[in-house]
């Protein structure tokens, strides 16, 4: 079972709305992580978070942003969705040096 | 680009027989990983294989690292329909900090009943 919690799962939105993708975890875990995946694609890190008030951009420039404010808590939120947003975005969170913990992912879809 | 490679990036085979997928890196590590992500899903971790270990089994899988030749290969023995998904390796550079995983691009398994 899942220790790390996503939603929503699936979204349709408008272009120029502001949506925040939520993602919660459970294990204590210092260390999360937003990738984007086009289907079939590889991962692009687009955020990723080592603590409390510790936010840095990944290796995707992505239009989003995030915030942690609480260990179990990282958001992330785009302020004006337009169609190239759309793709699906996978939440992860961490102990140093052993396997991420994946969420089962939002799949957004900007129209 | 400390990006790993996977190859082949797609693998068609039928029930019974067994699926081999490799990973090439370019950098010093501490561990590889692998995962699997059925479509459409988030990546669950596989089996995690220590720089200094060579060998490792988990039920079906089976994962080899050389490290002088920085790859590792996923041999899934006895293939299922079940085992239908994406396959990626991943791993922690060693003289990074940031303890971040570096994915590699993904192998495309499908298998046929």
């Known amino acids: 079972e899942a220790d790390i919690y996503q939603t929503p799962r699936y979204l349709v939105i408008g272009t120029g709305k502001k949506i925040t993708l939520e993602c919660s975890q459970t294990?204590?875990?210092?260390?999360m992580y937003w990738y984007q995946q086009d289907p079939g694609m590889e991962l692009h890190l687009i955020h990723y978070s080592y603590g409390v008030n510790s936010t840095e951009k990944g290796d995707l420039s992505s239009e989003s942003t995030v915030s942690r404010i609480r260990t179990e808590h990282f958001p992330l939120t785009l302020e004006s969705a337009r169609p190239s947003h759309t793709s699906q975005y996978l939440c992860?969170?961490?102990?140093?040096?052993?396997?991420?913990?994946f969420g089962s992912g939002t799949r957004l879809t900007v129209v | 680009s400390q990006q790993g490679e996977e190859d082949p990036q797609a693998l068609s085979i039928q029930e019974g027989e067994n699926a081999t997928m490799n990973c090439s890196y370019k950098t010093s590590i501490n561990n590889l990983q692998w995962y699997r992500q059925n479509s459409g899903r988030g990546l669950v971790h596989l089996i995690l294989?220590?720089?200094?270990?060579r060998e490792k089994h988990s039920g079906r899988l089976r994962v080899t690292l050389d490290t002088s030749k920085k790859s590792s290969s996923l041999l899934i023995t006895a293939s299922r329909a079940a085992d239908t998904a994406s396959y990626f390796c991943a791993f922690y550079d060693r003289g990074s900090t940031l303890g971040r995983l570096y994915f590699g691009r993904g192998t495309q398994l499908t298998v046929w009943p």
């Open positions: 992860a969170s961490s102990d140093m040096g052993y396997g991420y913990t």
């Open positions: 294990m204590g875990h210092d260390k």
């Open positions: 294989i220590r720089s200094n270990e």
